[in-house]
């Protein structure tokens, strides 16, 4: 930091070398300033009109246009913590961040005022630091500011254990429009359509006020018919909709006759126009075909026990393929360190795009899918483990392959594990 006591009483413009240390100068010492930024509880932050309406444009026309007012600038909505993260970026061409929270925060305040390069350098810091307790409050902001790049990573974080996250509190904060996205996204891949759908619920009743009653009728009225139908019922069996649907007295008893006819096969057209019904059949993720024999495989490595922090992304195997189209059903990962009652971790089957097409979380080292993950011929894929807790995993030097069936599974690198899968598919 450049301060006046490091120039030795000479001009800081005979001393100071380049152009960021003469804005680093400017900046820290409020020389020249010639605006002063109110925030809330009466905080003061002296700036130059010259360098924010350099970098943004709505500060620009604020300013420097036919608007602009006085010496003073009233900032009565924004957090001057947050704001001055901006203007550490706007001045120094850099940005401490400590947090995704933080970095969520300064995102939404460069969006606001359209100060692109800020927006970026927290963008890039959110994709490089996402962890699951902050995806879904990542996932608001990308449907707040219409980032695809962000939503898509988030999708990518919640696809580590999508039950997991519907079901937590975390979900009870998000706007209906983010709610929206969620239940009309294909590439989440629920275990049941239920999923959602109690997660709907959760955050309908989450939404009443301490007077008003928690009824089915009044948590319907938060949910809003709109969002309703974008549940798709019909993916559920009919032991799944009595279970987990007709209890909760969101729909009435009418429209409960009238969509479990709908799951058996009744023709939509005769249904109530009224019916919160998505007509959709369509899966959230591949519809696979029961196998009742299992297949074991044990890639056989030549390596040594690596250790690996907790919360450490670590790749179990790169290039995992199979010369015929297989469905993966559970694992083994030949481990050592997993003592704490945090849990093993999640365990995520990643396509070449890098999107999660499946994912299991065990306390343990035996991993079970509760939907097989479907490993198409001769496609490669990425066995991705995040420990919970520190790990020992037997780290091998060079790819191995198995013979299972008519099938042959094999990868370039990868720690040991055994495989059990379902018989090949006929596809």
């Not at 649907?245 to 009744?266: N, P, S």
Request: with cysteine; aromatic share 8%.
């Amino acid at each position: 930091m450049v301060e006046k006591e490091t120039l030795g009483g000479q001009p800081w413009q005979m001393v100071l070398r380049g152009n960021m240390e003469c804005l680093e100068y400017l900046y820290t010492s409020g020389e020249y300033s010639d605006l002063d930024i109110i925030f809330p509880e009466g905080v003061c932050i002296k700036a130059h009109r010259l360098i924010l309406s350099m970098k943004s444009p709505v500060f620009g026309a604020m300013l420097m246009g036919p608007m602009a007012t006085g010496k003073q600038l009233n900032l009565p909505e924004d957090p001057h913590e947050v704001f001055r993260k901006l203007l550490d970026h706007t001045y120094l061409d850099r940005m401490d961040l400590e947090s995704v929270e933080e970095a969520l925060e300064v995102y939404a305040l460069a969006h606001k005022y359209l100060m692109e390069p800020a927006r970026k350098t927290c963008l890039q810091y959110i994709l490089s630091n996402l962890r699951e307790e902050m995806t879904l409050a990542a996932l608001e902001t990308s449907v707040v500011h219409g980032d695809k790049e962000l939503k898509d990573k988030c999708i990518e974080m919640l696809n580590r254990d999508p039950d997991a996250v519907m079901s937590s509190e975390t979900v009870f904060h998000l706007s209906k429009e983010t709610l929206r996205n969620l239940l009309k996204s294909d590439d989440i891949c629920f275990s049941s359509e239920a999923v959602p759908f109690k997660g709907l619920v959760a955050w309908g009743r989450a939404q009443l006020g301490p007077e008003e009653e928690p009824s089915g009728s009044a948590v319907r009225q938060k949910i809003g018919d709109d969002l309703l139908k974008e549940v798709r019922f019909l993916n559920m069996s009919c032991d799944e909709f009595v279970e987990n649907v007709v209890g909760t007295d969101v729909l009435t008893r009418m429209e409960c006759f009238h969509i479990q006819g709908a799951i058996r096969g009744a023709d939509l057209s005769n249904l109530p126009e009224d019916t919160p019904l998505n007509p959709t059949r369509e899966g959230r993720a591949p519809k696979l075909r029961e196998r009742e024999e299992l297949s074991c495989c044990v890639l056989d490595l030549d390596g040594l026990w690596e250790d690996y922090a907790s919360s450490s992304e670590v790749i179990l195997f790169e290039g995992l393929s199979s010369d015929a189209t297989i469905q993966l059903h559970h694992t083994n990962i030949y481990c050592i360190g997993f003592y704490s009652d945090s849990g093993a971790g999640v365990l995520s089957i990643m396509d070449g795009e890098g999107k999660t097409i499946s994912s299991a979380t065990s306390e343990y080292d035996d991993f079970t899918f509760k939907r097989p993950a479907v490993l198409e011929k001769d496609k490669k894929y990425r066995v991705v483990f995040y420990p919970r807790e520190d790990v020992s995993l037997y780290r091998g030097h060079s790819g191995g392959s198995r013979r299972v069936g008519d099938a042959t599974l094999s990868c370039s690198l990868g720690h040991m594990c055994e495989f059990y899968i379902w018989e090949p598919t006929s596809s």
